[in-house]
């Protein structure tokens, strides 16, 4: 029993749920599209969000295989330097989940390996190894290899409907913009950070909270939008401003688990800004469950 928590430790259970999220609003946007009751084929939607659930949790795996000598000495409470779970058997499911979630998203589409969905799982599981193996360590590219991720997943959830892709896919660098400034922030974590890396992740904050905003204007639906802007917004900037005011490692961390879980809020009010507000509070539904995982299992 112990290996098996040792197990769900490594894929980040509170995360995890934040990817499904990214998945469901971009099913919502591609919902708002077509406005086509077929897009609710949710057998369809199981399987992404199983392909997602795999392949956030095969990369997480895996970056705790490949950090595993520097976790020994700033993190030995983790599950593969305390001994719970040995590197290779580690090594072993990483790979497997993010096969699983590649053929996952392969069963979606008729075309299979060759649909959208496939293709997109597929970049997904090369930037989580990417990051995993070389990027993480690098100040510009780690955090864009990492929004480039998240971006990705929303386009996962938008390929329900492959047709949506072209004309919303550049909404996917919204997550990007978003991600890349957490993960700025998380560089601060463990021996503390710089102020001028928090002020430079406000602003990116602010960007997003702006660009969700103007497609909220755009739909006609600002009203639905900002309600849930304003709580993404109550969730983000308190633990960063205290991280400003001191950024000592443990508010740093505070902050970094805040933007983490106010990912679910962020995709709420992505399904509210395209007017799919029952999507929205089906999302907003989630972000219970990870404060709970989050108590039970670390974020980051």
């Not at 469901?24 to 949710?42: E, F, H, R, S, T």
């Not at 095969?58 to 593969?80: C, H, M, Q, T, Y």
Request: charged share 10%; aromatic share 8%.
């Amino acid at each position: 029993m112990d290996k098996v928590i040792g197990f769900l430790r490594l894929m980040r259970p509170a995360n995890i749920i934040t990817a499904v999220a990214d998945v469901l609003a971009g099913v919502a946007i591609a919902v708002y599209v077509v406005d086509d009751g077929n897009v609710y084929q949710w057998q369809s939607v199981g399987l992404l969000l199983v392909s997602t659930i795999c392949l956030y949790g095969g990369g997480v795996v895996l970056n705790d295989v490949f950090d595993a000598e520097l976790d020994s000495k700033e993190r030995p409470e983790r599950p593969i330097p305390s001994g719970l779970v040995s590197k290779n058997a580690a090594a072993l499911f990483g790979l497997i989940l993010l096969l699983a979630g590649i053929a996952a998203a392969a069963s979606v589409h008729i075309t299979g390996w060759f649909s959208s969905s496939a293709m997109i799982s597929i970049a997904i599981a090369i930037c989580a190894v990417v990051y995993d193996k070389w990027m993480k360590h690098s100040r510009f590219l780690g955090p864009l290899n990492m929004g480039i991720c998240r971006g990705l997943n929303l386009l996962l959830g938008m390929s329900i409907l492959p047709s949506v892709l072209p004309q919303y896919g550049f909404l996917a660098i919204v997550p990007v913009i978003y991600i890349a400034a957490v993960t700025m922030v998380s560089r601060g974590e463990v021996h503390g950070g710089k102020k001028s890396t928090l002020y430079s992740a406000a602003l990116l904050y602010a960007i997003v909270i702006a660009s969700i905003l103007t497609i909220g204007i755009v739909n006609n639906y600002i009203v639905y939008t900002a309600i849930f802007v304003v709580l993404f917004g109550a969730m983000i900037f308190p633990p960063l401003r205290k991280a400003m005011r001191n950024p000592a490692a443990p508010l740093i961390g505070k902050a970094v688990k805040a933007g983490v879980i106010a990912l679910i809020v962020m995709n709420a009010a992505w399904a509210a800004a395209f007017g799919a507000i029952y999507f929205a509070l089906l999302i907003l539904l989630l972000l219970p469950v990870s404060l709970l995982m989050a108590k039970l299992f670390a974020v980051t």
